[in-house]
């Protein structure tokens, strides 16, 4: 064996031997500091606001960003309200129409933030979602939501209700260090049980363990 090779094989195994080491926290995202303040910061919401939207749009559901959804989505909405998901959501043509360029104007493809941009990515040019909870994106970031945290928990029924596990929804801010699930906790993987109360900038399960470890 050369030299060269003794001394490769060496260095290998130091380098493998210290990541094993620390595998828990570099493993973990949740002890990622920059990665946490920097979500803490993304939000969706666009700088104009619209009294006219945030009034008729919130009746039914929370109200949705318009960043989360690209124009021709909302084109094709805002075209056939009086049948919106089996319900009737027709409004007067004058507030439609402003409304509908509101979220055209400040849609996904217009305003610049992290969520807007990968679901762009997601969805093909010629496909209009209508749902943002239908898109890969969407459920790549909810892979770890099982059916039974939603459907089957009375509390939360539908996964369209962001507002449920995202407290700050109508800020604009979806921080995933900061979801609390209706009868659920999370203590490394989410388990069945009397959630936590949430109290503004506080991090949940996991998180809190981890920070109290350091
Ligand atoms: C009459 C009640 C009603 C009104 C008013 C209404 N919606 Fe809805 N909307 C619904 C229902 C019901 C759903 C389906 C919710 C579910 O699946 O849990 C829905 C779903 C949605 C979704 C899909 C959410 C997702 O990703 O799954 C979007 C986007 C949406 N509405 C936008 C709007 C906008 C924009 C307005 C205002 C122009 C509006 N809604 C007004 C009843 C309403
Ligand atoms: C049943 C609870 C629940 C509901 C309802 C829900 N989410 Fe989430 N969401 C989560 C969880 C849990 C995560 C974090 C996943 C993880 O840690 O990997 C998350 C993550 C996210 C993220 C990524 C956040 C980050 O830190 O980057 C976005 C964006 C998001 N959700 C948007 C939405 C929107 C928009 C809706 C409504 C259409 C919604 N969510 C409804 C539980 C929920």
């Given at each position: 064996m050369s030299k060269k090779v003794f001394w490769g094989i060496i260095i290998g195994i130091i380098?493998?031997?210290?990541?094993?080491?620390?595998?828990?926290?570099w493993m973990n995202i949740d002890n990622l500091t920059f990665?946490?303040?920097?979500?803490?910061?993304?939000n969706i919401l666009p700088e104009e606001k619209n009294l006219?939207?945030?009034?008729?749009?919130s009746a039914c559901h929370t109200l949705y960003a318009p960043?989360?959804?690209?124009?021709?989505?909302?084109k094709v909405m805002m075209s056939g309200l009086s049948n919106h998901f089996g319900d009737n959501a027709e409004m007067e043509a004058k507030n439609r129409d402003e409304v509908s360029a509101y979220l055209q104007r400040n849609?996904?493809?217009?305003?610049?933030?992290?969520?807007?941009?990968?679901?762009?990515?997601?969805?093909?040019?010629?496909?209009?979602?209508?749902?943002?909870?239908?898109?890969?994106?969407?459920?790549?970031?909810?892979d770890i939501v099982h059916p039974d945290m939603v459907?089957?928990?009375?509390?939360?029924?539908?996964?369209?209700?962001?507002?449920?596990?995202?407290?700050?929804?109508?800020e604009g801010r979806y921080n995933r260090f900061a979801v609390q699930i209706p009868n659920y906790y999370k203590e490394g993987v989410w388990k069945k049980g009397?959630?936590?109360?949430y109290t503004e900038g506080e991090n949940t399960?996991?998180?809190?363990g981890s920070e109290q470890r350091e």
């Amino acid at each position: 064996m050369s030299k060269k090779v003794f001394w490769g094989i060496i260095i290998g195994i130091i380098v493998f031997a210290t990541l094993a080491a620390t595998r828990s926290a570099w493993m973990n995202i949740d002890n990622l500091t920059f990665l946490r303040s920097y979500i803490k910061k993304v939000n969706i919401l666009p700088e104009e606001k619209n009294l006219t939207f945030e009034k008729s749009c919130s009746a039914c559901h929370t109200l949705y960003a318009p960043g989360l959804l690209p124009a021709r989505s909302w084109k094709v909405m805002m075209s056939g309200l009086s049948n919106h998901f089996g319900d009737n959501a027709e409004m007067e043509a004058k507030n439609r129409d402003e409304v509908s360029a509101y979220l055209q104007r400040n849609a996904a493809d217009v305003v610049e933030n992290i969520y807007s941009e990968q679901l762009l990515l997601s969805i093909k040019p010629d496909e209009s979602p209508l749902r943002f909870t239908d898109t890969s994106y969407f459920k790549l970031l909810h892979d770890i939501v099982h059916p039974d945290m939603v459907i089957g928990n009375p509390d939360v029924k539908s996964i369209a209700r962001c507002d449920v596990c995202h407290k700050e929804t109508l800020e604009g801010r979806y921080n995933r260090f900061a979801v609390q699930i209706p009868n659920y906790y999370k203590e490394g993987v989410w388990k069945k049980g009397v959630a936590r109360p949430y109290t503004e900038g506080e991090n949940t399960g996991a998180v809190q363990g981890s920070e109290q470890r350091e």
